[in-house]
């Protein structure tokens, strides 16, 4: 039932993936989630604002790691996209 196209959910998914097996920059982000800069910045911005990314070293440049209130929602997401038989990023 994929269209190719991934939701906003399975973005956010994959960015919390990410930064929660390791510490990661903007730049390790967007390549390894797939996204423009544009849609790194309104991602970034958004998971910053709600306390589910957070900055864990200020050096240059920058590293970001999932919060503990971004892993419950990194295992809700999963929970729910896995009974769907969407593509949970490993």
Request: charged residues 35%; contains cysteine.
């Given at each position: 039932m994929e269209n190719g196209r991934r939701s906003n959910i399975?973005?956010?998914d994959?960015?919390?993936?990410?930064?929660?097996?390791?510490?990661t920059g903007r730049t390790g982000i967007m390549y390894r989630v797939n996204l423009s800069h544009a849609q790194l910045q309104k991602y970034m911005s958004f998971?910053?604002?709600?306390g589910f990314l957070e900055t864990v070293d200020h050096s240059s440049p920058v590293k970001y790691t999932t919060t503990v209130k971004g892993g419950k929602l990194?295992?809700?997401i999963e929970k729910i996209l896995e009974p769907l038989g969407l593509e949970i990023p490993t």
């Open positions: 399975q973005i956010i994959e960015m919390l993936m990410a930064c929660a097996k390791a510490d998971l910053e604002v709600r990194l295992r809700d």
